[in-house]
């Protein structure tokens, strides 16, 4: 795997992102897109895109917003299909967080699927919420983790 992480900075691979995230979660999940693309999809400071790149080819994105005091919101955490047994979620996620890091964040919080929780437990992260809630017709957890 030749992996690299970028942080979007250009229209190009703000695109990119959402094109990825069309992908996965409007035309495989069926979230109405008017609920995946929301007001954070832009640049700025109140958003940070990243996408993972393998031999050029855009696999993977997520975005980091800001939650609450020393806490980051990890969202949009998608990768396409045909590139989910890579590891790109991992690297994905571990680079959102080094974001949250950098940024001095001292948490992560993020609401899961409830399909990809055990995912999320193995990158250190525990489930705070008492039972699983809707999201866009799909059930959730909400998880936590220092960094």
Request: charged fraction near 30%; glycine fraction near 6%; include cysteine.
């Amino acid at each position: 795997m030749a992996a690299e992480i970028i942080s979007v900075t250009t229209e190009e691979q703000l695109q990119a992102a959402l094109l990825i995230r069309t992908k996965v979660f409007v035309e495989e999940q069926k979230v109405p897109i008017d609920i995946e693309i929301d007001h954070y999809d832009k640049l700025g400071d109140t958003a940070h895109h990243l996408l993972i790149s393998d031999h050029g080819e855009m696999v993977a994105t997520g975005r980091l917003t800001y939650y609450e005091e020393e806490t980051a919101k990890m969202q949009r955490i998608s990768v396409l299909k045909e590139h989910r047994s890579g590891g790109y979620g991992r690297i994905l996620l571990l680079a959102l967080e080094e974001r949250a890091r950098e940024l001095g964040l001292r948490y992560s919080l993020l609401d899961a699927q409830c399909q990809a929780e055990k995912f999320y437990e193995k990158l250190g992260y525990e489930t705070i919420s008492k039972e699983p809630f809707d999201d866009a017709g799909i059930p959730h957890v909400r998880m936590r983790k220092k960094l």
